[in-house]
């Protein structure tokens, strides 16, 4: 595709901006006076889905996602959303589903009350795919992990839970559901024609399927080993993880510097058995990010020599996939951890004023304070801040990353008009970048299934993008950092 540059000191950009920077599509500015206005010429979807083509999975362990959104459908055969776990409420997993289901009636234990019943959801998992537990056996033998086993046998023995109420699926994983927007959401293929406000949104990858797995942020690790295990036995061709991690705080004599004073952290090492788990769930990372691709977030601290977990394991002996955040202006954003980072992806900025670096909102209303001089040079340059956020579906309420008026689901109707305006938000921060990463990973992956190639591992893709994806010098000192091309990478592949 033909690289076009976008007005990047424009205060107005295409909603797909960040597409067309991670060289998915390929946007023109129309010829006419006004606002710019651009037009998408291109899409590296064009080449790839041309026909049947099997879609990726993409796996994102974060906190959920909405199965309401219109643009993030029900898994088919053009891919789409896989019912998702959720490993927060319950370490065994708990799903959504009416108990006086009748399909479910047979798997389901029901308990005394008519609110809750009883499942073993990789059973379940397996019911559907017959490989799914042997895919598990595999790894475990190949990698022998200590205690690995034993948590895998009280997963064949142990049920987790079914549920009635719905609350906490839908309405509370806004993060999940801005980074499943940006993976691989699409525009349903018929609006209802009160929808008059729908937009063509799309994801970096929108034929993939999308698994949210929802995991506490307590410090705790069974709920993250059981959720990277299943994501092994449900074939994962990507892994995305774009949160921070409770760091065990022996590690070096360090804390983790995502929340340096929190002392709950430090339950990981007076606790024997969450000790044990954070040990495991270490182990469990690393190998099989040797084996699947995971992309994980690199952090919002601004760090230059430390990031957070498990970002912060990222290094060149290990295949983690660590992603760092540029803006609208290819600058780092300001907030992006930069230690070990594999590849830097389209997001977000914020403002910046420090002895280092000023860094502001043009439209801010404190802008002239901050205008600074030394003597006998020029004014501060501010000129790197990028307003331009990326936009990706939300979960429409006052749940919401952005309301938009609207109360609940269940009060206004997805058919709405005002439902529309609800169901986007400006996303950013590495959990944005990352989310793109994967996505583009995941058109990696379908590329490889449709030339008759077998998917790459986790260390093949960290070499691939490194390998092929440009270069982007960083003033004033011109150091070199790798920016995501979605178009590079898949030439790559013959």
């Known amino acids: 595709m033909p690289v076009n540059d976008l007005n990047r000191d424009s205060e107005y950009a295409h909603y797909l901006w960040h597409l067309h920077d991670a060289g998915v599509i390929t946007l023109e500015l129309a010829e006419g006076e006004g606002l710019p206005h651009y037009e998408v010429t291109g899409s590296v979807w064009d080449d790839l889905y041309d026909d049947a083509v099997e879609p990726s999975l993409v796996v994102m362990i974060d906190n959920g996602c909405s199965s309401q959104h219109p643009y993030l459908p029900a898994v088919g055969n053009a891919g789409g959303m896989v019912e998702g776990i959720d490993f927060a409420t319950h370490d065994f997993g708990a799903i959504i589903r009416p108990l006086d289901d009748e399909d479910a009636a047979d798997e389901t234990e029901k308990c005394t009350t008519d609110r809750e019943g009883r499942l073993n959801h990789f059973d379940a998992a397996n019911a559907a795919d017959p490989n799914f537990w042997q ?3 595999d790894f475990d033998q190949e990698t022998d992990i200590q205690g690995v086993s034993d948590i895998i046998d009280a997963l064949e023995n142990t049920k987790g839970v079914v549920r009635s109420v719905t609350t906490y699926a839908d309405d509370l994983p806004t993060h999940g559901t ?4 940006v993976v691989g959401a699409r525009a349903p293929a018929v609006m209802p024609e009160e929808c008059a406000e729908a937009i063509a949104y799309f994801g970096a990858d929108p034929r993939c399927r999308l698994l949210p797995l ?8 069974i709920g993250l ?3 990277l295990l299943y994501a092994v036995g449900m074939g994962a061709d990507a892994i995305c993880i774009p949160r921070a991690i409770y760091m065990p705080t022996a590690k070096g004599n360090k804390v983790d510097p995502h929340r340096p004073k929190d002392k709950r952290a430090s339950r990981i090492d007076t606790d024997p058995v969450v000790k044990r788990h954070s040990e495991i769930f270490e182990s469990l990372l690393l190998e099989i990010a040797a084996r699947v691709p995971v992309i994980i977030a690199a952090g919002n601290n601004g760090f230059k020599s430390e990031t957070v977990y498990p970002a912060s394991l990222a290094g060149p002996d290990n295949a983690l996939i660590s992603v760092g955040a540029i803006n609208g202006k290819r600058k780092p954003s300001s907030y992006t951890n930069t230690r070990n980072v594999t590849v830097y992806a389209p997001s977000d900025d914020a403002p910046v004023w420090t002895h280092k670096e000023l860094r502001l909102d043009p439209k801010g209303r404190t802008m002239h304070n901050h205008v600074v001089t030394q003597a006998g040079s020029e004014p501060a340059d501010a000129g790197d801040y990028s307003t331009w956020g990326v936009l990706s579906t939300d979960v429409p309420g006052a749940f919401g990353a952005e309301d938009g008026g609207v109360s609940t689901i269940e009060e206004t109707g997805y058919e709405s008009s005002i439902m529309q305006r609800s169901q986007f938000a400006s996303f950013g921060g590495t959990s944005a970048a990352s989310g793109i990463v994967a996505g583009v990973v995941s058109l990696i992956q379908a590329k490889r299934r449709k030339e008759g190639l077998d998917p790459m591992t986790g260390a093949e893709m ?8 440009p270069d982007l010098a960083i003033p004033p000192e011109n150091a070199v950092i790798k920016r995501i091309d979605a178009d590079a990478c ?5």
Not at 214 to 221: G, L, Q, V, W
Not at 490 to 494: F, H, M, P, T, Y
């Open 135 to 137: 895919r598990i056996s």
């Open 178 to 181: 801005l980074l499943a927007g």
């Open 490 to 494: 898949l030439q790559a592949i013959s």
């Open 225 to 227: 080993i059981h959720a």
């Open 462 to 469: 960290k070499l691939h993008l490194q390998a092929n994806c």
């Open 214 to 221: 929802n995991t506490s942020f307590r410090p705790e690790f």
